[in-house]
């Protein structure tokens, strides 16, 4: 026998007689699709990270801003795209020479948006008070992740929110359809002739 259909064709007293009693009955079996274990379901992990490393030491808060604006972008898709929401953010800020800088804070409520997430990573780079801290990289971790559906959703009477989360939904089609550079800021889309 050199493959598998050959072993599920043959009767199950035929392959004990080769194998031997128990490990002819499981070979037959498994050969057949039969297994006695439950299918257990993969583990969603607990935690997720972007990061993002500056080409040079930087001081630019306004570079580092844009920078943490699209992990937060990029963290958010992939939560969605898993079906989970994160519960906390953490930070680490990498500074020129080793040293790092790490602070953790949780969401309101757990969550997978854009704004969410941003509302907390910006207060996160607030709370470093960079001044002249040359950084030379961001990580940006979901933590405390659970399934999207194990969380209520909560009604809002926000229509501003409503219209950013249904813009979101777009651009993650979009995304899905062209490609995860099909959106991005507008200054790097002008082209001059």
Do not use: N
């Not at 079996?29 to 379901?41: E, K, Q």
């Not at 969380?151 to 899905?176: G, K, M, T, Y």
């Amino acid at each position: 026998m050199d493959c598998v259909g050959l072993l599920a064709s043959l009767s199950t007293a035929t392959v004990q007689r080769i194998l031997g009693g128990r490990a002819g009955r499981l070979a037959a079996d498994r050969a057949r699709g039969i297994a006695p274990r439950p299918v257990a379901p993969r583990a969603v992990p607990t935690s997720t990270s972007v990061s993002h490393l500056f080409p040079r030491h930087t001081l630019d808060g306004a570079e580092v801003r844009a920078a943490l604006l699209d992990l937060v972008v990029q963290l958010g898709l992939q939560l969605r795209q898993r079906g989970q929401v994160a519960r906390g953010l953490a930070l680490t800020l990498k500074f020129a020479g080793g040293p790092s800088w790490e602070k953790t804070r949780r969401l309101p409520e757990a969550s997978a948006h854009d704004d969410d997430l941003r509302t907390v990573a910006y207060r996160l780079i607030d709370a470093a008070g960079l001044q002249r801290g040359r950084l030379t990289g961001l990580v940006l971790k979901g933590e405390d992740l659970v399934g999207a559906d194990q969380v209520a959703q909560q009604i809002s009477l926000d229509r501003v929110r409503e219209d950013r989360l249904v813009a979101e939904e777009v651009s993650d089609r979009i995304r899905a359809r062209f490609g995860p550079g099909a959106i991005g800021p507008a200054a790097t889309r002008l082209r001059v002739s």
